[in-house]
Antibody, heavy 119, light 108 residues
Framework: EVQLVQSGAEVKKPGESLRISCKGS????????ITWVRQMPGKGLEWMGK????????YYSPSLQHHLTLSVDKSISTAYLQWSSLKASDTAMYYC????????????WGRGTLVTVSS | EIVLTQSPGTLSLSPGERATLSCRAS???????FAWYQQKPGQAPRLLIY???SRTAGIPDRFSGSGSGTDFTLTISRLEPEDFAVYYC?????????FGQGTKLEIK
């Protein structure tokens, strides 16, 4: 089955670090970007950035690039989204999605990882 | 950054009716890089339409997309109960990729 499987929900305190994951299966992992989308509680969708699993080339949204890190381990078909110091405002659902190299649309989505940051 | 504004914010209709959702861009968007997504509560978004008018595999033909430049439309010809959800437009041709704020389609 073609799917993206995301890691489970996390509860963290402000200032803590966190890495969440997104594992692709059923397709050639290096043939599509992995893109990340944030959805804050009750809000809409916000693109965060994308990574090319083949060469780890990264594109960040300018509004978020200083606060997060994207990475990938193509040997295990897994992409990561990482924070070094979480803020309460990072509380959100985070989705990874597959982005087609040729047409650029987001055609396959993970179920999301809920991150809650609270003291 | 291209800002996408969707209207209306909420659309109340009955099953069997026709739904017309609009998305206006702050600057011209290539039709090749414009999409519509459906999101139901507790679920991830699902790609419905890409390239402004192409349906993703498995999407019923009651869903259709149209438009160009700065004005795009998603039409659902005859609403089924499972169509009531939130719909987002997106442009993915200019970084940062942006989404509209969403239109909630609710049962009247």
């Amino acid at each position: 089955e073609v799917q993206l499987v995301q890691s489970g929900a996390e509860v963290k305190k402000p200032g803590e670090s966190l890495r969440i994951s997104c594992k692709g299966s059923g397709y050639s992992f290096t043939s599509y970007w992995i893109t990340w989308v944030r959805q804050m509680p009750g809000k809409g969708l916000e693109w965060m950035g994308k990574i090319d699993p083949a060469d780890s080339q990264i594109y960040y949204s300018p509004s978020l690039q200083h606060h997060l890190t994207l990475s990938v381990d193509k040997s295990i078909s897994t992409a990561y989204l990482q924070w070094s110091s979480l803020k309460a405002s990072d509380t959100a659902m985070y989705y990874c999605a597959r982005q087609d190299f040729d047409h650029w649309y987001f055609d396959l989505w993970g179920r999301g990882t809920l991150v809650t940051v609270s003291s | 950054e291209i800002v996408l504004t969707q209207s209306p914010g909420t659309l109340s209709l009955s099953p069997g009716e026709r739904a017309t959702l609009s998305c206006r861009a702050s600057q011209s968007v290539s039709t090749a890089y414009f999409a519509w997504y459906q999101q139901k509560p507790g679920q991830a978004p699902r790609l419905l339409i890409y390239g402004a008018s192409s349906r993703t595999a498995g999407i019923p033909d009651r869903f259709s997309g149209s438009g160009s430049g700065t004005d795009f439309t998603l039409t659902i010809s005859r609403l089924e109960p499972e169509d009531f959800a939130v719909y987002y437009c997106q442009q993915y041709g200019s970084s940062p990729y942006t989404f509209g704020q969403g239109t909630k389609l609710e049962i009247k």
